[in-house]
């Protein structure tokens, strides 16, 4: 495990709702291969979130968009895990950026991505989309911070824990990266 002088505060976000996500499953892993310095916060709104109106993006806009920012802002690093609806991002995970395009909660925010899929291309074409969009908001995608795990069923049990050694050297990679650039 990797030892750090302080406690880092990192938001993680699976992007879907479902209840029996894999990609939450696998959030939830990560948290808990993750070294005690590293302090998880779970974001869950992203299904209260109201529909992207850029009429409505003031500081005085829903009470649901502020919080998402607060826990941006607050956060030193964000851990987003998602899967691939339809070749590209989940709607859900999408409108909760867009509510962050203007704001700059991600400007120079340590951020790692993570898709996971039961495909064999792991949910490749929602990765690639969600790293324009937060490189387009000035987040700092980690350096061996990114990864995307085809065939995800195959590799995590139903209880959700991770039963492929070589996913799980990947993830505390990921995680170890996350950690280094937070620390920065």
Known sequence: MMKMEKDIHILAISGSLRQQSSNTALMN?????????????????LGE??????DHDTDEGAS?????RKQINEADGVLICTPEYGNGVPG????????????GEFINKP???????PTPMGGDKAHASLLLTLNMINAVIVEGG?????????????EGMIT?????????????????????
Not at 64 to 68: A, D, F, G, S
Not at 111 to 117: F, M, R, Y
Not at 151 to 158: A, F
Not at 165 to 176: G, I, P, S, Y
Request: net charge positive; with cysteine; proline share 5%.
């Open 29 to 45: 892993a990560m948290i808990a291969l993750a070294p005690e310095n590293m302090k998880f916060s779970v974001y869950n709104g």
């Open 49 to 54: 979130l109201p529909h992207f109106n850029p």
């Open 64 to 68: 649901e968009v502020r919080e998402l």
């Open 92 to 103: 859900v995970l999408k409108n909760a950026l867009d509510w962050l395009v203007s704001s």
């Open 111 to 117: 951020t790692a991505v993570i898709s996971a899929s």
């Open 146 to 158: 990114t990864l995307i795990i085809p065939h995800i069923t195959l590799k995590m049990n139903k």
């Open 164 to 184: 492929n050694q070589e996913t799980k050297r990947d993830l505390e990679a990921v995680l170890h990266k996350l950690g280094l650039a937070c620390n920065i």
